[in-house]
């Protein structure tokens, strides 16, 4: 890569002045940065956007919030995606424009969206391994905003139990809030402990995926607020 450029990938871009366009950057260690960059040009194929899913190399000037690009290349033709994939990697890129604050530094968080597009175009033979790449994604990027999830042991550092029930309880993590009689019989309300561990084995099945759903969704909605992700409204089209 030239020197002075820095590896990153476009989350969001939109009309900005002209013909300039706002743009949500990722970038390695340094997060989510928003700059100003001109359209593509002549040399860009003639289009009127940079492409999302594609790894670009990018030069930054500036030293506010805002900054400004004094170059932008596609190094990687952009990931192909298609049908409820193509919504997933939307749903990403939205996920991490809302709730991943703006200039705030991550050692990790490139190489985990990195790897999460690359699990969903391994993945688009396969449609039945999809919710299991959002749901990892979901779990690591939490962990990376300082919500990590254990899901081996309750908040009184006990093992989870097979026939257990849990809730979730802000800053404790896991509480047992009931148990799953010999018959099958829920006495108490809360999340099977028998597929919660079953999520942190990365043991994936109806039920599993089900109560990952769940959890995450709960964990998420605080960071989120009221306002409903315009990428969700897709799968249910």
């Known amino acids: 890569m030239t020197t002075g450029f820095s ?15 706002l743009l949500d950057l990722l970038l390695p260690e340094q997060g989510r940065l928003r700059a100003v960059a001109r359209r593509p040009g002549k040399k860009q194929g003639g289009r009127s956007h940079w492409p999302a899913f594609a790894l670009l190399a990018v030069q930054l000037t500036g030293r506010g919030e805002l900054k400004t690009v004094r170059a932008l290349e596609e190094q990687q033709p952009a990931l192909q995606f298609q049908g409820n994939f193509l919504f997933s990697a939307m749903y990403i890129n939205e996920l991490l424009c809302r709730i991943w604050p703006q200039d705030v530094a991550s050692e990790h968080l490139f190489a985990l969206y990195q790897q999460s597009l690359l699990d969903l175009a391994a993945a688009q033979p396969h449609p039945g391994l999809l919710q299991p790449v959002l749901r990892r994604f979901e779990f690591m990027l939490l962990s990376e905003l300082g919500v990590p999830v254990d899901l081996t042991f309750d908040a009184q550092q006990q093992p989870l139990a097979v026939d257990g029930l849990y809730q979730w309880q802000v800053e404790a993590g896991l509480v047992r809030t ?17 597929a919660l561990m079953a999520i942190a084995r990365g043991q994936w099945h109806d039920e599993s995926l089900r109560v990952a759903k769940q959890l995450c969704r709960y964990l998420l ?3 989120l607020g009221n306002q ?9 089209r």
Do not use: C, M, T
């Open 7 to 21: 590896p990153a990938y476009l989350l969001h871009s939109r009309a900005f002045r002209d013909d300039k366009l």
């Open 178 to 194: 009931g148990f799953i009689d010999a018959n099958g019989r829920q006495h108490g309300v809360g999340w099977p402990g028998e």
């Open 228 to 236: 409903p992700l315009a990428s969700r409204a897709l799968f249910n």
């Open 221 to 223: 909605q605080p960071l």
